[in-house]
């Protein structure tokens, strides 16, 4: 099982070791902490996911305004290949990656790093665009999943997550954490 931006939340992790027995490794490059093995199946990785190898300098945010450590981005073919994980199954992989899984899945599709993956868990963070293209890109991702063999069996709106436009002052939920599974495993 991988997990990807972590933050302060280790209880899907933790469960999902402990309650199934899961190998889990956790990325999360945002919250300054060196990699380490946190206990006997959960490893954490100071390192992002992305859909291509870079160092990433995130902005300074109010109210650190320091910059911060540049970051590590790999895409998943990188990640399985350091962690020798090329040719296992992975159970569930879970994404909420800031924007950056509309990078990282299409590398993911095309690398066919999704093929082995049973289930997949992604918050998508879908601020409607000014340019269309941008939003058509967005539904090609969503079809290319789709094609692949995922099917959506849960998903709801991260209601932590409104814009309100300033145009006309509708409010808008921008994120949806959606879950797939993968029908070659059903």
Known sequence: MSHSKI???????????????????????????????????????????DGQDKIH?????????????????????????????????????????????????????????LDDVGQLFVEFHWKVEPQRFKTIEKLIVLRSLYDAGFRIFYSHKNTRTIYKYRSNLKERVFCYEVYFINIKYV
């Not at 933050?7 to 889990?24: N, P």
């Not at 970051?71 to 040719?87: A, F, K, P, V, Y």
Request: hydrophobic share 35%; aromatic share 8%; with cysteine.
């Open 7 to 49: 933050g302060d939340k280790w209880s899907f992790d933790d469960e999902m070791a402990a309650v199934y027995g899961c190998e889990v490794h956790s990325f999360d490059p945002s919250i300054n902490q060196s990699s380490h093995r946190r206990s006997d199946k959960v490893w954490f990785h100071n390192k992002g996911i």
């Open 57 to 113: 300098h995130p902005k300074p945010k109010p109210p650190m305004m320091a910059p911060s450590t540049p970051w590590i981005m790999n895409t998943l073919r990188t990640i399985r290949t350091d962690l020798g994980h090329l040719s296992r199954h992975i159970d569930i992989l879970k994404m909420d990656v800031e924007k950056s899984e509309w990078l990282a899945l299409p590398d993911m599709l095309t690398s066919h790093m």
